[in-house]
Protein backbone atom coordinates (compact mmCIF):
# COMPACT_ATOMS: atom_id res chain seq x y z
CA UNK A 1 0.00 0.00 0.00
CA UNK A 2 1.34 3.65 -0.02
CA UNK A 3 2.16 6.09 2.48
CA UNK A 4 0.21 8.79 3.25
CA UNK A 5 0.95 11.50 5.76
CA UNK A 6 -2.36 12.68 7.85
CA UNK A 7 -1.84 16.11 8.87
CA UNK A 8 -4.74 17.84 11.53
CA UNK A 9 -7.95 15.55 12.29
CA UNK A 10 -10.04 13.06 9.88
CA UNK A 11 -13.52 11.71 10.70
CA UNK A 12 -14.18 8.19 11.34
CA UNK A 13 -15.86 7.15 7.73
CA UNK A 14 -12.61 8.96 5.80
CA UNK A 15 -9.77 6.54 8.28
CA UNK A 16 -11.85 3.55 7.29
CA UNK A 17 -11.76 4.67 3.62
CA UNK A 18 -8.16 5.75 3.63
CA UNK A 19 -7.00 2.78 5.45
CA UNK A 20 -7.97 0.34 3.21
CA UNK A 21 -5.50 1.83 0.31
CA UNK A 22 -2.88 3.61 2.39
CA UNK A 23 -0.56 3.15 5.06
CA UNK A 24 -1.67 6.30 7.59
CA UNK A 25 1.11 7.57 9.30
CA UNK A 26 0.96 10.33 11.65
CA UNK A 27 2.97 13.74 12.09
CA UNK A 28 4.69 12.35 15.22
CA UNK A 29 5.58 8.88 13.34
CA UNK A 30 6.52 8.78 9.62
CA UNK A 31 9.63 7.87 7.08
CA UNK A 32 9.62 10.73 4.96
CA UNK A 33 11.18 8.70 2.26
CA UNK A 34 7.96 6.40 2.13
CA UNK A 35 5.46 9.28 2.14
CA UNK A 36 3.82 9.78 -1.53
CA UNK A 37 0.47 11.35 0.06
CA UNK A 38 -0.82 14.35 2.04
CA UNK A 39 -4.13 14.91 3.74
CA UNK A 40 -3.97 17.63 5.04
CA UNK A 41 -6.95 20.82 5.64
CA UNK A 42 -7.24 24.42 4.76
CA UNK A 43 -6.20 25.79 8.22
CA UNK A 44 -3.37 23.03 8.93
CA UNK A 45 -1.77 23.17 5.38
CA UNK A 46 1.25 21.64 4.78
CA UNK A 47 4.39 23.58 6.29
CA UNK A 48 7.45 23.83 3.13
CA UNK A 49 9.89 22.19 5.55
CA UNK A 50 7.58 19.28 5.65
CA UNK A 51 7.14 19.33 1.96
CA UNK A 52 10.58 19.82 1.32
CA UNK A 53 11.68 16.62 3.14
CA UNK A 54 9.28 14.23 1.49
CA UNK A 55 11.71 12.95 -1.56
CA UNK A 56 8.46 11.04 -3.27
CA UNK A 57 5.48 13.06 -2.49
CA UNK A 58 3.31 12.79 -5.43
CA UNK A 59 -0.32 14.72 -4.12
CA UNK A 60 -1.90 16.84 -1.73
CA UNK A 61 -5.51 16.48 -0.48
CA UNK A 62 -6.91 19.65 1.17
CA UNK A 63 -10.25 19.14 3.29
CA UNK A 64 -11.79 22.70 2.25
CA UNK A 65 -11.95 25.43 0.06
CA UNK A 66 -9.32 27.05 0.93
CA UNK A 67 -5.61 26.40 0.39
CA UNK A 68 -3.30 29.40 1.15
CA UNK A 69 -1.59 27.21 3.76
CA UNK A 70 0.21 25.13 0.99
CA UNK A 71 2.74 26.50 -1.17
CA UNK A 72 1.12 25.33 -4.56
CA UNK A 73 4.05 26.95 -6.79
CA UNK A 74 6.06 25.24 -4.83
CA UNK A 75 4.30 21.54 -4.95
CA UNK A 76 3.46 22.04 -8.85
CA UNK A 77 7.20 22.73 -9.33
CA UNK A 78 7.95 19.67 -7.67
CA UNK A 79 5.03 17.76 -10.23
CA UNK A 80 2.76 17.40 -6.68
CA UNK A 81 -0.95 18.05 -7.41
CA UNK A 82 -2.87 19.66 -4.86
CA UNK A 83 -6.13 19.39 -4.64
CA UNK A 84 -9.43 20.87 -2.84
CA UNK A 85 -13.19 20.53 -1.96
CA UNK A 86 -15.42 23.27 -4.00
CA UNK A 87 -18.76 22.87 -4.58
CA UNK A 88 -19.70 20.85 -2.80
CA UNK A 89 -19.42 23.43 0.50
CA UNK A 90 -20.98 26.58 -1.33
CA UNK A 91 -24.77 26.08 -0.36
CA UNK A 92 -23.90 25.52 3.30
CA UNK A 93 -21.14 28.65 4.04
CA UNK A 94 -23.45 30.94 1.56
CA UNK A 95 -25.87 30.25 4.32
CA UNK A 96 -23.86 31.26 6.83
CA UNK A 97 -23.47 34.62 5.39
CA UNK A 98 -26.62 35.69 5.37
CA UNK A 99 -26.82 34.03 9.42
CA UNK A 100 -24.41 36.75 10.17
CA UNK A 101 -26.06 39.56 8.11
CA UNK A 102 -29.93 38.80 9.06
CA UNK A 103 -28.54 38.26 12.87
CA UNK A 104 -26.35 41.42 13.03
CA UNK A 105 -29.14 43.35 11.10
CA UNK A 106 -32.08 42.00 13.76
CA UNK A 107 -29.89 42.25 16.80
CA UNK A 108 -30.57 38.46 17.42
CA UNK A 109 -28.11 38.35 20.03
CA UNK A 110 -29.10 41.18 22.10
CA UNK A 111 -32.83 40.49 22.13
CA UNK A 112 -31.95 36.80 22.96
CA UNK A 113 -29.92 38.17 26.18
CA UNK A 114 -33.19 40.55 26.74
CA UNK A 115 -35.64 37.30 27.32
CA UNK A 116 -32.92 35.30 29.24
CA UNK A 117 -32.21 37.86 31.57
CA UNK A 118 -35.68 38.92 32.69
CA UNK A 119 -35.29 42.56 30.51
CA UNK A 120 -38.13 42.20 28.70
CA UNK A 121 -40.57 41.71 31.82
CA UNK A 122 -39.11 44.38 33.88
CA UNK A 123 -37.98 46.43 31.30
CA UNK A 124 -40.99 46.74 28.32
CA UNK A 125 -39.92 45.98 24.80
CA UNK A 126 -36.68 45.77 23.41
CA UNK A 127 -35.51 48.30 21.10
CA UNK A 128 -36.23 48.35 17.62
CA UNK A 129 -33.84 47.02 15.17
CA UNK A 130 -33.20 47.49 11.13
CA UNK A 131 -34.71 45.68 8.41
CA UNK A 132 -32.40 43.28 6.47
CA UNK A 133 -34.57 44.14 3.02
CA UNK A 134 -33.69 46.11 0.43
CA UNK A 135 -29.86 46.80 1.26
CA UNK A 136 -27.59 47.17 -1.44
CA UNK A 137 -25.12 44.39 -0.50
CA UNK A 138 -21.32 44.53 -1.30
CA UNK A 139 -19.93 41.12 -2.08
CA UNK A 140 -16.04 41.11 -2.16
CA UNK A 141 -15.16 37.83 -4.34
CA UNK A 142 -17.96 36.79 -6.33
CA UNK A 143 -16.66 33.47 -7.43
CA UNK A 144 -18.90 30.01 -6.76
CA UNK A 145 -19.72 31.21 -3.41
CA UNK A 146 -20.45 34.71 -3.49
CA UNK A 147 -22.84 33.87 -6.27
CA UNK A 148 -24.34 31.47 -3.83
CA UNK A 149 -24.78 34.20 -1.21
CA UNK A 150 -26.16 36.81 -3.97
CA UNK A 151 -28.75 33.84 -5.01
CA UNK A 152 -29.33 33.12 -1.61
CA UNK A 153 -30.32 37.29 -0.92
CA UNK A 154 -32.17 37.28 -3.44
CA UNK A 155 -35.76 36.75 -1.49
CA UNK A 156 -35.14 39.87 0.54
CA UNK A 157 -34.93 42.21 -2.57
CA UNK A 158 -30.88 42.84 -1.91
CA UNK A 159 -29.32 45.12 -4.68
CA UNK A 160 -25.99 43.02 -5.33
CA UNK A 161 -22.84 45.07 -6.52
CA UNK A 162 -19.20 43.26 -6.18
CA UNK A 163 -15.04 43.82 -6.37
CA UNK A 164 -12.88 41.58 -7.94
CA UNK A 165 -9.93 41.33 -9.63
CA UNK A 166 -11.37 41.24 -13.06
CA UNK A 167 -15.43 41.83 -14.41
CA UNK A 168 -17.32 38.96 -14.52
CA UNK A 169 -20.50 38.56 -17.10
CA UNK A 170 -22.87 39.07 -14.54
CA UNK A 171 -25.70 41.25 -14.28
CA UNK A 172 -24.11 42.88 -11.07
CA UNK A 173 -22.42 46.21 -10.88
CA UNK A 174 -19.09 45.52 -10.80
CA UNK A 175 -16.41 48.27 -8.94
CA UNK A 176 -12.93 48.10 -9.47
CA UNK A 177 -12.34 49.88 -6.41
CA UNK A 178 -12.81 48.53 -2.94
CA UNK A 179 -13.66 51.65 -1.22
CA UNK A 180 -15.71 53.00 -3.47
CA UNK A 181 -18.32 49.82 -3.41
CA UNK A 182 -18.11 49.93 0.31
CA UNK A 183 -19.20 53.63 0.56
CA UNK A 184 -21.97 52.44 -1.53
CA UNK A 185 -23.12 49.14 0.30
CA UNK A 186 -25.16 48.56 3.58
CA UNK A 187 -23.35 45.69 3.70
CA UNK A 188 -19.52 43.99 3.06
CA UNK A 189 -19.60 40.48 2.89
CA UNK A 190 -15.80 38.88 2.26
CA UNK A 191 -15.35 35.61 0.07
CA UNK A 192 -12.60 36.51 -1.25
CA UNK A 193 -9.42 33.73 -0.97
CA UNK A 194 -6.88 34.33 1.35
CA UNK A 195 -3.23 34.35 0.97
CA UNK A 196 -0.66 37.72 -0.10
CA UNK A 197 -2.81 38.96 -2.50
CA UNK A 198 -5.77 39.93 -0.24
CA UNK A 199 -3.97 40.21 3.30
CA UNK A 200 -5.97 43.38 5.09
CA UNK A 201 -7.33 43.97 1.62
CA UNK A 202 -10.46 45.73 4.32
CA UNK A 203 -8.31 48.05 5.81
CA UNK A 204 -9.29 51.16 7.66
CA UNK A 205 -10.90 53.04 4.79
CA UNK A 206 -13.01 50.36 3.80
CA UNK A 207 -14.55 50.19 6.66
CA UNK A 208 -14.75 53.85 7.47
CA UNK A 209 -16.05 53.75 3.70
CA UNK A 210 -18.78 51.13 4.53
CA UNK A 211 -19.53 53.62 7.75
CA UNK A 212 -21.28 54.06 10.88
CA UNK A 213 -24.28 51.96 10.03
CA UNK A 214 -22.37 49.52 7.66
CA UNK A 215 -22.19 45.81 8.47
CA UNK A 216 -18.93 43.91 7.87
CA UNK A 217 -19.51 40.13 7.19
CA UNK A 218 -16.16 38.11 6.95
CA UNK A 219 -16.73 34.43 5.89
CA UNK A 220 -13.68 33.82 4.09
CA UNK A 221 -10.12 34.23 5.79
CA UNK A 222 -9.40 36.19 8.76
CA UNK A 223 -6.31 37.27 6.79
CA UNK A 224 -8.78 39.77 4.58
CA UNK A 225 -9.84 42.04 7.31
CA UNK A 226 -7.55 44.35 9.11
CA UNK A 227 -8.41 43.27 12.73
CA UNK A 228 -6.79 45.88 14.56
CA UNK A 229 -8.41 48.39 12.49
CA UNK A 230 -11.84 46.36 12.76
CA UNK A 231 -11.94 46.81 16.37
CA UNK A 232 -10.89 50.37 16.47
CA UNK A 233 -13.84 51.03 13.87
CA UNK A 234 -15.83 49.31 15.95
CA UNK A 235 -15.13 50.84 19.25
CA UNK A 236 -15.00 54.45 17.79
CA UNK A 237 -17.95 54.01 15.62
CA UNK A 238 -17.17 53.85 12.27
CA UNK A 239 -18.08 50.87 11.72
CA UNK A 240 -22.15 49.21 12.78
CA UNK A 241 -21.59 46.01 12.92
CA UNK A 242 -19.38 42.43 12.46
CA UNK A 243 -20.69 39.28 12.03
CA UNK A 244 -17.43 37.16 11.85
CA UNK A 245 -16.83 33.31 11.22
CA UNK A 246 -13.04 33.71 10.38
CA UNK A 247 -10.11 35.11 12.59
CA UNK A 248 -6.48 36.45 12.04
CA UNK A 249 -5.08 34.08 14.64
CA UNK A 250 -7.83 31.46 15.16
CA UNK A 251 -8.71 30.11 17.25
CA UNK A 252 -7.94 33.37 19.53
CA UNK A 253 -10.37 35.87 19.07
CA UNK A 254 -9.18 39.13 20.68
CA UNK A 255 -11.16 40.30 23.58
CA UNK A 256 -12.08 43.49 22.30
CA UNK A 257 -14.19 41.61 19.95
CA UNK A 258 -15.75 39.35 21.98
CA UNK A 259 -16.64 42.21 24.51
CA UNK A 260 -18.36 44.66 21.63
CA UNK A 261 -21.93 44.48 21.72
CA UNK A 262 -22.28 44.94 17.67
CA UNK A 263 -20.27 41.55 17.09
CA UNK A 264 -21.94 38.15 15.89
CA UNK A 265 -18.77 35.49 16.02
CA UNK A 266 -18.97 31.77 15.07
CA UNK A 267 -15.91 29.25 15.50
CA UNK A 268 -15.16 28.99 11.87
CA UNK A 269 -18.26 26.68 11.08
CA UNK A 270 -18.79 27.89 8.05
CA UNK A 271 -19.42 24.86 6.40
CA UNK A 272 -20.45 23.26 9.77
CA UNK A 273 -22.67 20.58 9.15
CA UNK A 274 -23.22 17.18 9.20
CA UNK A 275 -23.85 16.81 5.52
CA UNK A 276 -21.52 19.63 3.99
CA UNK A 277 -18.96 17.78 6.55
CA UNK A 278 -19.35 14.37 5.29
CA UNK A 279 -19.60 15.26 1.15
CA UNK A 280 -16.22 17.05 1.85
CA UNK A 281 -14.56 14.15 3.66
CA UNK A 282 -15.73 11.88 0.73
CA UNK A 283 -14.12 14.17 -1.98
CA UNK A 284 -10.64 14.92 0.12
CA UNK A 285 -10.57 10.93 -0.03
CA UNK A 286 -11.96 10.31 -3.59
CA UNK A 287 -8.72 12.41 -4.65
CA UNK A 288 -6.75 10.61 -2.95
CA UNK A 289 -8.02 7.28 -4.16
CA UNK A 290 -8.38 8.71 -7.74
CA UNK A 291 -4.59 10.14 -7.98
CA UNK A 292 -3.52 6.71 -6.47
CA UNK A 293 -5.39 4.89 -8.97
CA UNK A 294 -4.32 6.25 -12.38
CA UNK A 295 -2.43 9.86 -11.50
CA UNK A 296 -5.19 12.18 -11.83
CA UNK A 297 -7.70 13.90 -9.67
CA UNK A 298 -11.55 15.63 -9.36
CA UNK A 299 -10.84 18.45 -7.99
CA UNK A 300 -7.26 19.99 -8.76
CA UNK A 301 -6.64 23.80 -7.40
CA UNK A 302 -6.65 25.94 -10.17
CA UNK A 303 -3.29 26.05 -10.52
CA UNK A 304 -3.06 22.14 -11.01
CA UNK A 305 -5.56 22.04 -13.05
CA UNK A 306 -3.16 21.24 -16.32
CA UNK A 307 -2.03 18.22 -14.15
Known sequence: MADLLQIGGVTEAMKVRLEVAFTVHSLEDYDPAKITHIITNGHDGVKPEIMNSLPNLKAISCYGVGYDAIDVQAAKARGVVVTHTPNVLNAEVATTAVLLMLACYREILRDDSYVRDGAWETEGNAPLTRSADNQTVGILGLGRIGQAIADKLAPWNSKIIYHTRTKKDVDYTYYDDLTAMARDADVLICITPGGPSTNKIVNADVMEALGANGTLINVSRGSVVDENALIKALQTGKLGWAGL???????????????????????????????????????????????????????????????
Not at 256 to 264: G, S
Not at 279 to 300: F, Q
Open 245 to 307: DVFEQEPKVPQALRDHPRTVLLPHVGSGTVETRAAMGNLTVDNLLRHLEDGKTLTPVPECADM
